[in-house]
């Protein structure tokens, strides 16, 4: 298994998502689904529902990283 082509991969999705800030807020959202008091079935609906947008809920992320500065 080549593990720098899956760093390297990992690295890409989590930049496409927004970041590691976006990473850590789509982590407390999966983490306030579990804890709620739904059934098994709305639960995976909810989390299916938060990874659909990444970040905290209602934030507009870019999917694409914002150009160098000198392009701005």
């Known amino acids: 298994m ?6 390297r991969r990992t690295k890409k999705v989590v930049e ?3 970041g590691t800030d976006a990473l ?3 982590a407390q959202e999966l983490r306030d689904v579990a804890k709620g008091h739904d059934s098994l079935g709305d639960k995976a609906k909810a989390a299916a529902e938060a990874l659909k947008d990444p970040g905290a809920p209602g934030e ?5 990283p914002p150009p160098p500065p000198s392009q701005r």
Do not use: T
Request: aromatic content about 6%.
């Open 16 to 18: 496409e998502r927004g």
């Open 60 to 64: 507009e992320h870019s999917h694409r």
């Open 2 to 7: 080549d593990f720098n082509r899956l760093l």
């Open 24 to 26: 850590k807020e789509d």
